[in-house]
Structures are given as C-alpha cells and as structure tokens.
C-alpha cells in the first residue's frame, strides 16, 4: 500500500466509560463535519457494547442519525438472533435506541451461504460506498484487537486476508472453525480513520509487541493496519496501555 498516514494517535484513558466519552467525541465531531451521509463499519465485542450503549444513552438527540451508514468490519456466519451475532449487539445496544433509519442499517447477513454473503456484501459496499484510490473509502472503521494480534477476522494463520483484492472475504476462526465475514486489509488501510478500541490486562501484552515495534510484528495482522492517507487511532484503557514503553 502506497502513501503515508497522515495522522497516528495513541489515547490511553482509565477506564470504559472514558473510553466511550473519547470515542463519542471523535465520532461526533467527523459526522458533524462531513458533508453527506458518514459510514462508519462497527466491531463486535464488549468494549463496542460499552460504546454502542453510551452513545444511545447520551447522544441519541445530538447525531443526525439520518446521515450514518452503519456498516460491519466483521461478522460471524450464525443467525442474526444469535448471541454471538455482532448485528444483535449493535440493534440491542444502538440501532435500536436512537432515530437512525433502519435503511442505513447494512448487516452481513451470516445466515446466508458465507462465500455468496460475502460477494454479495463487496457489491453492497461497491454501491453504497464511494471509491478513492479505486477502493472504497469508509469515513470510520472500528477495530478490536485479539491476544492472538488479530483484528476484524483476519487471523495470524489467514494474514494473506490482509493484501486481498476483494473487498470481504471468508475467514476461519483458528480454533473453533467457526466461518466469518470479513473486511480485507486493504480496505480497511483506505478508510479516512480507523480506531482500534482495546481494552484489559490481557490485551497488554499484545499491545506491547505491536506498539513498542518488536521484531516479532509482522505475524500480527493488526500491526499491518496502517492506513493510507488517512488518520489511525489507538484508543487503549490504562490495563492495555501498561507495557507501552
């Protein structure tokens, strides 16, 4: 990927509930800014739970719902009812609570066949997304981060996910061989900003190995999210953030 971050930031806060404040900011300002519709692809997880519920509780009448595309950076191949379904947290937690249209709402439909969904949400992005540098261009892109260095679901032992042409693809979770829909490396590394939330004491480590730059950092598909002319955002709690250096 050629060109240049224009604009990387590590934020570390206390705990959940400054994390979602310093998300809320961030978010609020680039809707407000961006003239149009905002897409924004969300993650699973609990810290996006967090979020998702402290922005339906505090900023349900200050975001113009009506220009949010709501996008999935990932998504599990289970029915949308499931518990495990990243779609049914976002409703529950978000889309359900706050005046967004539910024809913005864009879900990976993980019932489905997975390498049919999987076209079938590359044509849905290709439609709705507008292109820049002949790939789509998402205004936000969420992020987690696993212990194991992964993000989205693109996984150490699946990292050739990272350097796709396509826009999504099939992945499969390591260990319990569970299909999953995922965002390709290169999309991501287009979008305008993309923060990666990562919260706990168990995520330290890892953090660590990436942020510090160790020799072990190329293995770790999240150290290969850099993205191009556009602006990354490590947004870490103090637990996260202890090994930094």
């Known amino acids: 990927m050629t060109g240049s971050i224009v604009n ?22 680039k809707i407000k800014k961006k003239r ?8 699973g997880g609990s810290t996006p739970a967090a979020i998702f519920k402290y922005l339906a509780e505090n900023h349900s009448s200050n ?9 999935w950076g990932d ?4 029915h949308p009812g499931s518990d495990e379904s990243n779609y049914k947290m976002a409703y529950e937690n978000l889309i359900s609570q706050v005046d967004l249209p539910i024809t913005n709402v864009f879900r990976i439909r993980g019932e489905h066949d997975p390498v049919e969904e999987a076209e079938y949400y590359s044509d849905l992005i290709r439609d709705k997304i ?5 790939l789509p261009r998402f205004d936000l892109i ?24 396509k826009i999504c693809e099939v992945a499969v ?5 569970q299909q999953r829909i995922t965002f390709t490396g290169k999309v991501i590394n287009n979008a305008g900003t993309v923060i990666f939330l990562v919260q706990g004491k168990s995520k330290s480590k890892i953090a660590a190995a990436i942020l510090n730059g160790s020799d072990e950092n190329n293995k770790y598909p999240a150290a290969h999210i850099k993205p191009a002319y556009g602006e990354l955002i490590w947004l870490l709690d103090n637990q996260a953030a202890a090994k930094l250096k």
Do not use: N
């Open 142 to 165: 969420m992020l987690g981060l696993g212990t194991d260095g992964h993000t989205a679901s693109i996984f150490p032992d699946q990292i050739d996910l990272l350097h796709s042409d």
């Open 8 to 29: 990387y930031k590590i934020i570390i806060k206390k705990d959940t509930i400054e994390i979602a404040e310093q998300f809320s900011k961030i978010v609020i300002e």
């Open 63 to 71: 975001i113009d719902w009506t220009k949010v595309l709501l996008f």
């Open 75 to 78: 998504e599990r191949c289970v």
């Open 173 to 177: 979770h390591p260990e319990s061989g």
């Open 130 to 134: 507008k292109k820049k540098h002949k």
């Open 36 to 43: 149009g519709k905002f897409s924004l692809a969300l993650s």
